[in-house]
């Protein structure tokens, strides 16, 4: 979401660091630069004054200018602010309450609340054990229930079953009732949205809030309608009273502004945002990575974070132990090749590695389905074969081609990377027995070549 924003402003920062000192009429230029930055990134005007008020008032001080390293000061500097703009009281959702607690989700039609709903709920369910219930209070879009129901399934959470003829707020209060007797301990009610913002709608909202009582009022927003969503976080804040907001669409081509203004025009928290279109594509927002993703820094926390929901830790320790033996074969690099694919889009997997916006262009020509060409080029081969590799002569490496529906080229390649990898596992046990260096954590390894 943020990649024109990390480029503008990864520009601007690399001409500081290479100067030695910093004069004030340099730190001013390079602010009129990250101004002109954050109006092009649609961040809201006020939002963009005080941020490089309050920047240049600390990168103008005797002790950066006099710093050994003053470009990387002011880096800090924005770093930090940056985490201030866009809030650092999140704190996750708010369960706490006498069983059932409710949820309500509100937002706009279009902004992708149905779907923020299911993922939510799957997310409550798996990562903190609750059980959790799901009730469409949206009468009004055809179908709209049905796809909550379908929604449901898929993620197999229960839906409060649909009532022709129920009004919203008698849905809620049966919700409610319903999750009291069988013992739920959340419940997420879905509402209705509209084209635009209405007195209709949100008065609709209001009373459901004062029936239900909810922990949360999430505001579901685009992120790709960029100052409209935080013009409609402040018309749902003013007239119904929002707890946090949720941004989806963030692994889409939108600026960023939306979510660098959200926090600092309502004083609301972004909690959660939506990275993709899978139940499991949610994420908690958390200021600080974030801030370090659009300074290009990565998120090193949030790729070692992906690997461990996908790595078996009985495999990752038995990879561990031949590791350090400095055995590693073409089965161990299918399992490699398995658990990198569990764990999302390779591009945005690369994305998360520090300096990764600079290699922008190299990102786009990498191909989604090399993982599975490798991983059927190992699938052609014979149990000896994957053992023992140097057996594979040319006619083999023929046959695995054309079993695999690749090339001789490729059979190559994949050899080639294999052995770069195998001589790199030998170097890490070394180290590991010497307790020089532990060997690379499975599931960390990134395809080479």
Do not use: W
Not at 358 to 378: N, P, S
Not at 421 to 428: G, L, R
Request: proline content about 4%; aromatic content about 2%; charged content about 25%.
């Amino acid at each position: 979401m943020f990649d024109g924003l990390s480029e503008r402003l990864g520009g601007i920062f690399d001409s500081l660091r290479k100067r030695g000192a910093l004069t004030e009429s340099q730190v001013a230029e390079a602010m009129d630069q990250v101004r002109l930055a954050l109006l092009d990134a649609d961040v809201a005007l006020p939002v963009v004054k005080e941020f490089v008020a309050a920047v240049s008032e600390r990168a103008v001080g005797a002790e950066v200018l006099a710093s050994v390293t003053p470009g990387q000061m002011v880096v800090k500097i924005v770093h930090d602010r940056l985490v201030e703009t866009l809030g650092t009281d999140g704190g996750g959702i708010n369960l706490v309450g006498a069983p059932p607690v409710a949820i309500l989700m509100v937002g706009l039609q279009g902004s992708g609340k149905t779907t923020t709903c299911a993922k939510l709920a799957s997310r409550l369910v798996k990562r903190d054990g609750k059980k959790v219930l799901m009730a469409s209070l949206d009468v009004y879009r055809p179908a709209a229930q049905q796809q909550l129901a379908r929604l449901g399934e898929q993620a197999e959470i229960p839906v409060l079953a649909a009532v022709l003829g129920e009004r919203p707020l008698a849905i809620a209060h049966r919700a409610m009732d319903s999750a009291r007797r069988e013992g739920y301990d959340v419940v997420i009610l879905d509402t209705a949205g509209r084209l635009h913002v209405d007195s209709e709608m949100m008065a609709e909202a209001a009373d459901i809030a004062r029936a239900t009582e909810p922990t949360e009022i999430l505001l579901v927003a685009d992120a790709m309608t960029g100052q409209d969503a935080v013009n409609v976080a402040g018309e749902f804040l003013d007239q119904v009273g929002i707890t946090g907001i949720v941004l989806t669409r963030v692994d889409g081509d939108a600026r960023g502004g939306a979510a660098l203004s959200m926090k600092a025009v309502t004083g609301c928290p972004v909690k959660l945002m939506g990275v993709g279109e899978k139940l499991d594509a949610l994420e908690v927002f958390q200021p600080e990575r974030v801030a370090g993703s659009i300074l290009g820094m990565g998120d090193v926390v949030g790729l070692v974070e992906k690997a461990s929901q996908v790595v078996d830790k009985a495999d990752a320790e038995k990879l561990a132990a031949k590791m350090l033996k400095g055995r590693f074969t073409l089965d161990d690099m299918a399992g490699q090749f398995k658990q990198i694919k569990k764990m999302g889009d390779i591009r945005g997997l690369i994305g998360m590695l520090p300096g990764a916006a600079k290699i922008k262009g190299q990102l786009a020509d990498i191909d989604e389905r090399m993982i599975a060409r490798q991983e059927a080029v190992i699938l052609s081969m014979t149990p000896g074969e994957r053992l023992n590799p140097k057996v594979l002569n040319g006619s083999r490496r023929r046959r695995i081609a054309a079993g695999s529906g690749t090339s001789v080229q490729d059979v190559n390649r994949l050899l080639k990377q294999f052995k770069q990898m195998s001589t790199m596992m030998k170097k890490a046990g070394k180290r590991g027995r010497k307790g020089m260096m532990p060997p690379m954590p499975p599931g960390m390894m990134p395809p080479m070549g």
